[in-house]
């Protein structure tokens, strides 16, 4: 693809993020804040979550979010317990929470209207409030992203994520969380300008790579690695910082590639300390943190809090990988192989 060439959909996409996450926090407070009472009132043992993709990224996203800021366990349900397998489940006092950017795919539907007859409230994210999900949960948030065309999902991963966050903070009555939420459009517009040409250049046209993480950022990594795979055609696999030096490891060689992802939490540290263990081993490692003493210390932005941090580290991701994939010589708005909304059944 010629790099001169009219910006991508997903370019297009990912400069509207900001403006996107300002429509969402302006026009869904009703109806989270609602939702988060509803939630509240039922008071859950635990939470599980409905979703595939990106939006599974979302989820795990959330899961962190959940545990550190409630208290409460989240499980990841697979679709297929309900679509292929029919088995009930145990949900009675549960919150079900289903993200699908579409809200079109059977299998995710009907998980979600199992967990329903099986006791579970749910609460389904989309971009579509008149899609089959939204018409079957108990409660729909609007992500109000808007047209998205590109197939790579980057404007209904960030509003997806910043609904469930809104939802939790509601929940929680957390007015820290909320102050960084009202603050994040314009770092996410600051975060958005960022696009790690010395990680690019690391990559090349190498076919494969490691991205890492730890706690909330590693959800983020989940969703780095997939966007390696669906823009550029290269091999991504993500591995919590925890886990990369056990099996992983073994196939890092010379000059290897490994992007880490730290947000500004009580993981941090760690994560760096093993970015420079793995520099040691003579990967190029290229990590948003400055608390690494060998591994390259790449440009991010802070967002005020934890939470909100891998939010803005996701849309630099976005203006990188793109740049990455037109370097490649691939159009990142046709992957090969995929369609915009993909029906499972």
């Known amino acids: 693809m ?28 009703p109806a989270i804040g609602q939702a988060a009472a509803a939630a509240a009132a039922i008071d859950p043992a635990f939470l599980v979550t409905v979703a595939r993709g990106s939006s599974d990224h979302v989820c795990t996203y959330l899961k962190y979010a959940s545990e550190l800021m409630l208290g409460l366990p989240v499980a990841s349900v697979g679709p297929s317990v309900a679509s292929i397998y029919g088995a009930r489940l145990q949900l009675k006092k549960t919150v079900c929470l289903t993200v699908s950017q579409s809200g079109q795919s059977p299998d995710i539907v009907e998980m979600t209207r199992a ?3 099986d006791g579970a409230h749910a609460v389904a994210i989309t971009n579509d409030p008149a899609s089959p999900l939204a018409s079957t949960a108990h409660r729909t ?33 957390d007015d820290g969380v909320r102050a960084a939420l009202r603050e994040l459009p314009e770092k996410l517009r600051e975060a958005a300008q960022i696009h790690w040409p010395e990680l690019r250049a690391s990559i090349g046209q190498r076919p494969s790579l490691f991205t ?24 991504a696999e993500s591995y919590s910082s925890a886990e990369i030096l056990h099996g992983p490891i073994s196939i890092v060689d010379n000059g290897f590639p490994v992007l880490a992802l730290a947000a500004g939490d009580a993981a941090e540290q760690s994560l ?26 790449l440009a ?23 740049r990455l994939a037109r370097d490649r010589g691939i159009n990142p708005d046709l992957p090969r192989h995929l369609r915009k909304v993909t029906e499972t059944v």
Not at 3 to 16: C, V
Request: charged content about 25%; some cysteine.
């Open 300 to 322: 991010h932005v802070r967002t005020g809090h934890a939470l909100t941090d891998p939010l803005a580290l996701i849309v630099s991701f976005y203006s990188m990988v793109e």
């Open 115 to 117: 967990a329903m007859r």
């Open 272 to 297: 760096a300390e093993v970015a420079d263990k793995i520099t040691a081993m003579g990967a190029q490692v290229f990590v948003t943190s400055d608390l690494c003493r060998d591994a390259q210390s």
């Open 141 to 173: 948030l609007d992500i109000h992203a808007g047209p998205e065309r590109s197939v790579a999902a980057t404007k209904t991963f960030v509003t997806s994520a910043v609904a469930g966050l809104a939802l939790l903070a509601e929940w929680k009555d």
């Open 2 to 29: 010629n790099k001169t060439s009219e910006p991508t959909l997903m370019r297009r996409e990912i400069d509207e993020i900001p403006d996107a996450v300002a429509r969402l926090l302006q026009d869904a407070t």
């Open 212 to 235: 890492t993480g730890r706690g909330p950022a590693w959800a983020i990594s989940g969703e780095a690695a997939l966007k390696f795979k669906e823009t550029c055609q290269l091999h």
